[in-house]
Nanobody, 126 residues
Framework: QVQLVESGGGSVQAGGSLRLSCAAS????????MAWFRQAPGKEREEVAA???????RSSDSVKGRFTISKDNAKNTLYLQMNSLKPEDTATYYC????????????????????WGQGTQVTVSS
């Protein structure tokens, strides 16, 4: 079992920045997939960015070049640095984890995540 707690959401004007944090209750350094998702009202949840145990990352086309996912294994914390925010980035952001696996997972798009945080709201005004 892994408990995840997000923080760092808030309201910001377009062009601004926020950094989201996700504290895990245990180490997710080895053989885990970690990811950030978001869901806006009336829309489906979408994966924003993901990172694997080797620190390979990917992000969706909608945030590429603006958002960066990273993790600090010593602090059991996942981050999402969000720059050049747009009103369309407004959503509830969720941290997710999957693992541990007996192998290094590929964490490809569509990976099934077992653990979820409660979400943190990000609102971007124009």
């Amino acid at each position: 079992q892994v408990q995840l707690v997000e923080s760092g959401g808030g309201s910001v004007q377009a062009g601004g920045s926020l950094r989201l944090s996700c504290a895990a209750s245990r180490s997710t350094a080895s053989n885990y997939c970690m990811a950030w998702f978001r869901q806006a009202p009336g829309k489906e949840r979408e994966e924003v960015a993901a990172i694997d145990s080797a620190d390979n990352t990917r992000s969706s086309d909608s945030v590429k070049g603006r958002f960066t996912i990273s993790k600090d294994n010593a602090k059991n914390t996942l981050y999402l640095q969000m720059n050049s925010l747009k009103p369309e980035d407004t959503a509830t952001y969720y941290c997710a984890a999957a693992g541990p696996y007996p192998w290094a997972p590929a964490c490809h798009p569509g990976w099934e995540y077992s653990y979820w945080g409660q979400g943190t709201q990000v609102t971007v005004s124009s």
